[in-house]
């Protein structure tokens, strides 16, 4: 298997304007999750997914971040409009059972808002 | 204050040192998480453990769940070690929770 697929891996974008990160997990994996890290706050979970249903959104920082999955293979996370507070390395991971199991870590999406 | 807190912040050893890093948390867990994130910025999982010890290779991490504590450590450290070493921990909401990191530097 591949791993994680992210795209793209590096993204610049001007303020106000719509991004879209995509994620492709590992197939057969029951769980997806989506993670920011930056210099400030360190990693945080944003939201995950249980077979393509969202079960916890609590970390997504505002009605301008949504995440989907539309299938099993396939995930989405959408920043609009942006604002240069969203740099940051988005990461996607994956796992077969969660909490019990090891995540798979995607290479992750460097984001940069000017 | 933080729910997980690792120690040291920044740790710089000559090869061949035996390392520890440590991981205290404040919240209950189903499982605590050790990662590895390399210069080039990909993360990897090591461990992962709820009770005991696990050993691969080098490495070795253990947990106490009632002190709330888990270490990693690295046998004959070598420069190839050198990342960010970050400790999670898995809520009983099924979020993980992470530690701002360990960053790690083996001199040859």
């Known amino acids: 298997d591949a791993g994680v697929i992210q795209s793209p891996r590096h993204e610049v974008t001007e303020m106000g304007q719509e991004v879209t990160l995509r994620c492709k997990p590992i197939?057969?994996?029951?769980?997806l999750f989506w993670y920011r890290q930056t210099m400030m706050r360190g990693l945080e979970l944003l939201i995950y997914f249980n077979n393509n249903v969202p079960i916890d959104d609590s970390g997504m920082p505002e009605d301008r971040f949504s995440a989907k999955m539309p299938n099993a293979s396939f995930s989405t996370l959408k920043i609009q409009p942006s604002e240069p507070r969203d740099s940051a390395v988005y990461f996607c991971?994956?796992?077969?059972?969660?909490?019990?199991?090891?995540?798979?870590f995607g290479p992750g999406t460097r984001l940069t808002v000017l | 204050k933080n729910e997980v807190e690792q120690s040291p912040q920044n740790l710089t050893a000559q090869e061949g040192e035996f390392i520890t890093i440590n991981c205290s948390y404040s919240?209950?867990?189903?499982?605590l998480h050790w990662l590895q994130q390399h210069p080039g910025g990909g993360i990897v999982s090591l461990f992962m453990?709820?009770?005991g010890k696990k050993k691969h290779g080098r490495l070795i991490a253990t947990i106490n769940i009632q002190e709330k504590h888990s270490s990693l450590h690295i046998t004959a450290s070598h420069p190839r070690d050198s990342a960010v070493y970050i400790c999670?921990?898995?809520?009983?909401?099924?979020?993980?929770?992470f530690g701002k990191g360990t960053k790690l530097s083996v001199k040859p």
């Open positions: 919240v209950g867990i189903s499982a």
């Open positions: 453990l709820s009770s």
């Open positions: 197939s057969g994996h029951d769980y």
């Open positions: 991971a994956s796992s077969e059972l969660f909490p019990d199991n090891e995540q798979f």
């Open positions: 999670a921990v898995g809520g009983s909401q099924g979020n993980l929770i």
